[in-house]
Every structure is written in C-alpha cells, then in structure tokens.
C-alpha cells in the first residue's frame, strides 16, 4: 500500500486527503477555510477524533504549515517518509498541460507563469507545490489541472470571434476550469445510468463558491462555461460570469477606476455578493430570499437563469441529453438552487421529485421516473481524482 496525499488549494481554501492506494481508502481529510482571515478555520478527521480549531490563517503557507504538523502531531505518519507523492490540484495548465505531470522546475516555473490568467489560485497552487517540496523532499509531487478535461473541446467551443492573432500570439481561448470535478461526476453519473461512458451526453453542474458547467460527450468536455480565466460563464459567490466587456472601459471612466481595481470588482465585489449587498454565500442568499429582500431575490433569480441558459445551450450543443448532474457546495447542499432550476426545465420533459431532492451531500437520483432526462446529484471528489493521477506516476 502507498500513502498518497491530495491537496486540493482553492482561493480561499486547502482541502485535503491522505489516501491509502491503490485501495481508494481514506485515512485522513480536512479543511482550512478561510486563509486569509483572522478567524480561519481548521478541521481534520482522523480516525475517530475530529479537531477543529480556529486561528489567524494569514496565507497558503499556514495552512500547509498547520497541515504538515497535525500529520505528525496527530501520528498520522510517523515519519513523512512514509508518503510517497503529493498531488496538487493546479487551477490553470494553459495549452501546455493536457494532462497531470510530475513537478519539475520548468512544470513550476510554467505554473507561475500562468498566475497572470489565474490570479486567485494559481499563485496559491505554486506556493503549496514549494512548501510540500520543502517538507516532503522525497514524495513524488504531481500537478493536476482543472484546465485539462476541457483541453478536448474543439475550436468551435474554444476560440472566441476575436482578432485570431490573439489566440495564436498571445493564447486567449477558452480554457475552462474544475475540469477534474466535471470529469468525476460524469464518470459516477455513466455508472449510475448503467451506460458505458462512450455512449453519454451529460451536462454536469458544479456550483460551489467558483461555478461552472460542462457539456460531456462520450466522457469528453465538448465546451464548459468558464473561459480564458474563471471569471467567465454563469454567476458566482463574487465573480460576475459573462458580461458584455464594454461595461469595463465606461464604468472604468465614470469611476476612475484602473484596470485592476475594474477587473478586481468583477472578479471579488460582484455575482451573489454584488447583486444582492449583503453575501456571497447562498445560504445566506435564500435566508434573505425567505424574509423577502428584493436585492436578495434577485441574486438568487439572476443566479439561476444564468443556469439554466447554459443547459438550454448545452442541450442543444449535445443534441439532446442523457442525465444533468449537480455537484460542488451549492449543488450537493442547496435544496432549493437545484429545485428552482429543475423546475425551469418542463420544456425539456424534465420533471422533479420533490421528495428525491431532499438530501444534502449525497448521491441522489432527482427526477422522476417519468423524467424525459435523468437529474442526479452526486457529490464531488476531485481529492481522490488528484490521489489516482499522483498513484500512477508513484506506482
Ligand atoms: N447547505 C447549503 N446550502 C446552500 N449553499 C451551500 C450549502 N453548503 C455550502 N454551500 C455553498 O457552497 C459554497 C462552497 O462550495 P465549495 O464547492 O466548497 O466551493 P469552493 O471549492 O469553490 O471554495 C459556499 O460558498 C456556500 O455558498
Ligand atoms: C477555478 C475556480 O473557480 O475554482 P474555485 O471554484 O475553487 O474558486
Ligand atoms: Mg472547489
């Protein structure tokens, strides 16, 4: 058995298992929310203890710090030695990166390069690469791109009906992102139909603080919602999604605004936290849509048709579907998200199961027998995807 150690660095968060493999089992897994806050949080469980503890969490390399400690401290390992590769989840591999790589120098100085399309991860992902480098100079360390599932879209879905030589000059396209988690879900979601993977046209959801959709054909990502960076697609916690980019210079103009502050106000002041005032959390989002807010409900509303015209879009693209997934956060928790947007798709013979849709972080088939289109919710779980790739290049 080989100890395989996933981390999973978002913007704000480092989540992460310690795996046995091949055998998939978990022998520890935790959180640090928050990084950047004063009161962060971190959580581990490890066999039957639970520890949580809340702490100043100043950046990534305290929350790598507090995870390498609590591996020892906790006895986890007795000895790092005892783990033989680190997989990192990489938020963006730009054209280079078609699939997960062990770390070298050029990987790494590549991932730093890419921080200029990436700035609200791909810093943090480099600066968990170096740090477990560090602690762990003799594990395998393997990079694994949210970019790489989508690198099969073709140039119809890809390339943006800009000046060409801004694709071939410069690399502006549609990346697309999360691509480990659409990957995931779509190959539990073949499984749960009973289908060889092949033969399905899948439209998967994954709607967490960051949120994207992919349409999947046969297990391959034929076009995604995010684009050149995350910032684009459906609505998010505080990115916009798409907008009419005409917006930037005159608002830059009335407001003084530079280019940063502009693309920083629609990269972490708008999207839920924008529209309604108040939060970028949904949860607090339907509290003020159940007391009736009217910048609240319009968020959530806002929120939700921009879902659903990418599944109308993606429909069509696909030429009809076999199942559409939620996953992430908000769609493996939020009862009333996936009703709202179930419910807006009569048109496509798709029915919810009021009752099915009931649950909160499991697997669950939503729609009704009758359903032209099967709705499922399945929990995500890009840690072990990142442990799989990571084993294969240990083994
Ligand atoms: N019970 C719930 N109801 C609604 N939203 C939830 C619930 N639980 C979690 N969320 C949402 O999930 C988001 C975090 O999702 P997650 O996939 O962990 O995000 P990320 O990986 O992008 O940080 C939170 O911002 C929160 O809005
Ligand atoms: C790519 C991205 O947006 O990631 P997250 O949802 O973790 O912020
Ligand atoms: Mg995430």
């Keep these: 058995m080989t100890k395989i150690l996933s981390v999973n660095a978002g913007s704000s968060s480092l989540k992460f298992q310690l795996l046995e493999m091949p055998a998939q089992t978990v022998i520890t897994k935790g959180l640090v929310e928050r990084i950047g806050f004063e009161d962060g949080v971190f959580n581990i469980k490890f066999e039957d203890q639970k520890i949580e503890k809340v702490l100043p969490i100043k950046d990534h390399s305290v ?37 997960s790589v062990v770390v070298t120098p050029e990987v790494l100085a590549e991932i730093e390069a890419l921080s200029e399309l990436a700035p609200l991860h791909n810093p943090a992902n480099a600066l968990g690469i170096k740090a477990f480098m560090k602690e762990l ?93 995350p910032l684009a697609g459906i609505m998010m916690g505080t990115r916009s999604g798409d907008i009419d980019p005409a917006v930037l210079p005159f608002v830059m103009e009335k407001e003084n605004l530079t280019i940063d502050q502009a693309v920083n106000a629609l990269n972490k002041e708008s999207g839920l936290y924008g529209v309604s005032g108040a939060s970028s959390d949904m949860r607090d989002i339907l509290k003020l849509v159940a007391e009736g807010d009217e910048r609240g409900t319009i968020a959530f509303n806002l929120y939700i048709k921009r879902i659903c015209d990418y599944i109308g879009s993606y429909f069509l693209y696909l030429d009809g579907v076999d199942a559409i997934v939620f996953t992430a956060g908000i769609g493996e ?62 083994k």
């Design 333 to 394: 928790n939020s009862i009333p998200v996936r009703k709202a947007v179930v419910q807006r798709l009569g048109a496509l013979g798709i029915q919810l199961d009021e009752q099915a849709n009931n649950v909160m972080g499991e697997e669950a088939l939503i729609s009704t027998a009758d359903s032209k289109i099967k709705v499922f919710a399945i929990p995500t779980n890009e840690e072990l995807m990142i442990a799989k790739d990571t084993y294969a290049f240990v």
């Design 63 to 99: 929350a790598v710090q507090l995870l390498v400690e609590a591996l020892l401290d906790l006895k986890i390992v007795s000895s790092y030695d005892e783990i033989s590769g680190v997989g990192h989840r990489v938020v963006h591999g730009g054209e280079k990166f078609d699939r």
């Design 137 to 229: 100079p003799h594990a395998v360390s393997v990079a694994v791109f949210d970019t790489a599932f989508h690198q099969t879209m073709e140039k119809d879905a890809y390339l943006y009906p800009v000046k060409y030589d801004w694709y071939t000059k410069y690399g502006v396209r549609k990346y697309g992102f999360h691509g480990t988690s659409h990957q995931y879900v779509a190959e539990r979601c073949a499984e749960l139909l009973e289908k060889p993977l092949a033969d399905t046209k899948i439209i998967t959801i994954h709607i967490g603080n960051g949120g994207s959709l992919s349409a999947v054909k046969g297990g391959h990502s034929v076009d995604t919602t995010m684009g050149f960076t």
